[in-house]
């Protein structure tokens, strides 16, 4: 039988088939999907073929079919493994706090990057709209602009209020969506005002560090009543990014990607290298210094948290 992966709990999987039944499976033996190694071999949002243990009630998955994409992402720990998020997305979205908890520039460049790598379409959501000051709004303002300027939709939301919800309702309507960012941002409840019937456990910011508190422990997707599904996502407290090579990271940066052709040397590394239109556009104001930073940490493989 062929199903869709909802859930995901580390050995254990929730399979919706396509007339709704649901089905807990399992993974037979050593699964490996060639050329990914992961601590995941299957995500939420794969489609896979699984075979019924009569006996038990239960399923074994027998293979993976093809993705379209995934998003994938390598923890800064000491394992260093790759973990894939989800995968077969129409669009992800990456909540982000300017406080409580903050999202650097850093992270939200690493997951765009990464978006960018896989082809993933992204958008930015600044969550907590309700505990701004006038000084948070002029940040917000100038986040804003850094990432509206190279493309990326930005949406202005309070999920405890309920301020502008409804746009980010219309951009999700008939799409597989996943919803990531750090824990405490506010995730659970954006999605408990999107879908009020799921209710979702959302808990307070820990204000011993100012980290959110981890609601959701894995991947589940959620089934849309205006069509579509939302695919909510454990907080993460850095993202790692992998499987890039150092002379193709420009090319995932796309104010970056549109003055390749411009360099003097096709080789360009864009760090310190003459006639360089990367390294000129910064100091003209034209890339934006934090975005360049970004793509020398990544480059330079400093890994970076928050």
Known sequence: MEGLVTKSTG??????????????????GKFRIKGITTTNPIAVGDVVNFEMEPELGTGVITDLNPRKNYIIRKSVNLSRQAQILAANLDQAFLIVTLASPRTSTGFIDRFLVTAEAYDVPASLVFNKLDLFSDEGLEILESYEKIYKNIGYPCYNVSALKGTNVDHVAA?????????????????????????PDLGLRTTEISEWHDKGVHTTTFAEMFELPQGG?????????????????????????????????????????????????????????EIELSRYESYLSIYHGVDTRA
């Open 11 to 28: 050995s254990w999987y929730q399979v919706k088939t396509p007339d709704g039944e649901w089905f807990d499976c399992r993974i037979k």
């Open 229 to 285: 599904y939302i695919i909510d996502t454990p907080g993460m407290r850095e993202f790692g990014v992998i499987d890039i090579e150092k002379n193709e990271l420009s090319h995932f940066f796309p104010e970056m990607r549109a003055r390749l052709n411009q360099c003097r040397f096709n080789s360009c590394r864009h760090i310190n290298e003459p006639g360089c239109a990367i390294i000129r556009a910064v100091e003209d104001g």
């Open 171 to 195: 951009a999700i309507k008939d799409k597989v969506t996943l919803f990531a960012g750090h824990s405490g941002v506010g995730k659970s409840s954006l999605i408990n005002a999107l879908v």
